[in-house]
């Protein structure tokens, strides 16, 4: 039996597009590990080909990372010792190293691990891949995993997917038969996503224009929600974990979000989705995944490329530019009617 490990040790999003890259390792493997950090593992349990699951914080990744110990390094090692895979792929964003996991895999005794990389690895890599510049991340994983010689199965298109579970019933009790727009206000970045005035001004927009809309956020959001929902929209703030927000996305007829996780999840439901993208991250990569997307936002504003977390310019002209009238023709173009009340 041949064992594989994939690693993407960031956030939500990051676990979810790399979807298509593990679909295609499970496809040459009898068996897919994942390993992700804290914050991917609620992605992770979503996409199909997982069969079980590492989680492990790494410093070199996580802000609120404890710092790097030898009882931390071990502790993986022994995990992956337990695995014993054939090969272990690392998936990283362009401006991530893959080496100092690769380095503990060889400490765990790892035969074969493949990354995409810059820098000179030494024997720390036996596949030393490259990818030009401004290809989307999804593509981007998917081609380190075929360079390894694992492809998708002749029937999948490649896409992002995700096991979508049933409403839960308490939501769908609240949202009823009645068709729907879902605005996500929340980002982990703040310059990635509107203010909350400026959100709850586009909420506010959505339901004058006839439309049913329905506020989505994490626990640590519920006040954000609130504000941004106030007395025109549901809020279900805090409400749901990350599989049931899939299922909420899945019976909407349009996803508004934010440069975040969620956007990607949308995407991976198939939903469609009105990305409010700010440019400090390259949308070319980072743009949900997907043939239903419309982006909105000032791709050419002052803090184009910048990777910052909060905002540089004053009045985040780039998201709180976007007017009413953008928003609203981008929500019926992609939509249609069959979101309004």
Not at 15 to 25: H, K
Not at 292 to 305: E, N, P, T
Request: negative net charge; aromatic residues 4%; hydrophobic residues 45%.
């Amino acid at each position: 039996m041949t064992r594989a490990v994939v690693a993407r040790l960031d956030s939500a999003g990051d676990v979810l597009i790399t979807g298509p890259a593990v679909r295609a390792v499970a496809d040459r493997h009898d068996g897919v590990t994942l390993l992700v950090g804290p914050r991917g593992h609620a992605a992770a349990e979503l996409l199909p080909g997982v069969a079980d699951i590492i989680e492990w914080q790494a410093p070199w990744v996580d802000f609120d990372s404890p710092g790097l110990t030898a009882d931390h390094v071990d502790a993986l090692v022994k995990q992956l010792r337990d695995v014993a895979p054939e090969r272990v792929y690392i998936l990283t964003s362009f401006h991530q190293s893959p080496l100092p996991l690769a380095l503990i895999c060889r400490m765990a005794a790892v035969p074969w691990v493949g990354a995409i990389c810059e820098d000179y690895p030494g024997t720390l890599l036996d596949l030393r891949h490259h990818v030009q510049s401004g290809v989307p991340e999804p593509e981007r994983a998917l081609s380190l995993v075929r360079a390894a010689s694992c492809e998708l199965p002749a029937d999948d298109d490649g896409r992002l997917r995700v096991r979508v579970p049933p409403l839960p019933a308490d939501i769908a009790e609240i949202l009823g038969a009645a068709r729907f727009v879902v605005f996500h206000p929340g980002a982990a970045v703040p310059a990635r996503r509107p203010t909350t005035a400026r959100s709850a001004r586009m909420v506010a927009a959505l339901a004058a224009a006839g439309h049913r809309v329905v506020v989505t956020g994490d626990p640590a959001e519920r006040d954000l929600t609130a504000t941004v929902a106030g007395d025109v929209a549901v809020d279900l703030g805090g409400r749901t974990s990350l599989a049931g927000l899939a299922a909420v996305y899945a019976a909407a007829a349009v996803v508004v979000a934010p440069n975040t996780g969620p956007a990607h999840l949308a995407a991976a439901v198939g939903a469609p989705v009105v990305s409010l993208f700010a440019p400090v991250v390259p949308a070319s990569q980072w743009s949900p995944y997907g043939d239903r997307v419309i982006r909105l936002g000032d791709q050419d504003a002052a803090c184009r490329l910048t990777r910052a977390r909060v905002c540089p310019v004053d009045g985040h002209p780039c998201l709180d530019g976007i007017t009413d009238d953008d928003l609203l023709d981008a929500v019926n173009r992609i939509g249609g009617q069959q979101c309004h009340r």
